[in-house]
């Protein structure tokens, strides 16, 4: 083989390293960009679903806490002696756990 058709094999070589690298980057970005595509596709259906669920669980917590109020407004004597034995209960657990310390 001669000197030239050694650098010509070369160069069709370089080419065609060349024309796959730019079909692979071209690849690469098209699956990128589809995959962003689809990252907020799937964003924009889940934020009307995450207001909603928000939504929710402050309703029904605005409602706990009402329910919570007008039981105190109804029993205040009974919420008093709730409220002292969880706070009883809970110094006497942390009394212990200093004890055994």
């Known amino acids: 083989m001669r000197k030239s058709d050694l650098q010509a094999g070369a160069e069709n070589i370089r080419a065609s390293a060349a024309t796959l690298a730019d079909r692979a980057e071209a690849a690469i ?13 799937l964003a924009n259906r889940a934020s009307p679903a995450v207001e909603k669920a928000y939504g929710e669980a402050r309703r029904q917590m605005r409602g706990a806490a009402s329910m919570v ?8 004597l009974v919420a008093l002696v709730a409220v002292g034995l969880v706070c009883g209960a809970l110094g006497f657990m942390l009394a212990g756990r200093k004890r055994w310390s």
């Open 29 to 41: 970005s098209d699956l990128a960009d589809e995959v962003k595509a689809r990252v907020d596709d």
């Open 69 to 76: 109020a007008s039981s105190v407004e109804d029993r205040p």
